[in-house]
């Protein structure tokens, strides 16, 4: 399957800081990404919809001055956390769409902020 | 309307054994439903995949099951095997709109395999 490569992997930083992650992928062109956050022992809940030059589109609920999303190539979406805080804390993954319409995943971003 | 429903929230098979988990939809838009299996602290990696015109999908121990009167789809795991032991999600997605590729999951299901 395609890869979907995020860094990075755990970033711990203190509250009120800003974190950047990073969603790539390797071997094919994405002209929308998603992120996803994951609470323990839950499932999956879609933040926002990245597409490439243009404004994400965020879910309902979600704080869009507080995660901001930029896709500026066809192959790199970020994440960044502004002003983080503990409920912050959370796993982060990204997914990109193939040609054909699957979507593939990262292998996550483990956030802690203290 | 855009949920999909997932059952059983935990399950524990035998080595050997079969495991089976359901998922019920509401939303008759859905064109492509994927399984997904995730371990812990990784992100989920595509398992298996079905479209609404076929009705059984199988790939090596991997079954899905597909009913669209029904609205269910069920994945089945054969000769299930310790390493199997994961939480799986289905999912389902709304053909084509800008946000093509947006998927919903259902909740999770925990699966432990014995040895």
Redesign the interface.
């Known amino acids: ?1 395609a890869v ?1 490569s ?1 860094h990075p992997s755990r970033v711990i930083c203190k509250s009120g800081t800003s974190v950047k992650i990073e969603c790539r992928s390797l071997d094919f062109q994405a002209t ?1 990404m ?1 992120w996803y956050r994951q609470f323990p ?4 809940m ?1 933040m926002a ?1 990245s ?1 490439e030059g243009s404004k994400a ?1 965020y879910e309902q609920g979600v704080e869009k001055d507080k995660f901001l999303i930029n896709h500026a190539s066809l192959t790199l979406s970020t994440l960044t956390v502004t002003s983080a805080h503990p409920e912050d804390s959370s ?1 982060y ?1 990204c ?1 990109a ?1 193939v040609r054909a ?8 971003s ?1 956030l802690t902020v203290l | 309307q855009q949920q999909v429903k997932q059952s059983p929230q935990s399950l524990i098979v035998q080595k050997g054994g079969i495991s089976i988990i359901n998922c019920a939809y509401e939303n008759t838009a859905f064109d492509y439903f994927p399984w997904y299996q995730q371990f812990p602290g990784k992100g989920p990696a595509l398992l298996i995949a079905i479209r609404p015109d076929v009705s059984e999908k199988k790939e090596g121990r991997f079954t899905i099951s597909f009913n669209k009167s029904a609205k269910q789809f069920s994945l089945h795991i054969m000769d299930s095997q310790p390493g199997d032991s994961a939480t799986y999600f289905c999912a389902a997605r709304v053909a084509g709109g800008t946000s093509y590729g947006k998927l919903t999951f259902g909740q999770g299901t925990i699966l432990t395999v014995h040895p």
Do not use: A, D, P, Y
């Open positions: 399957g979907v995020q929308t998603f022992k839950k499932s999956l879609l919809t597409n589109t796993f993954i997914s769409r319409g699957e979507l593939f995943f990262g292998e996550g483990r």
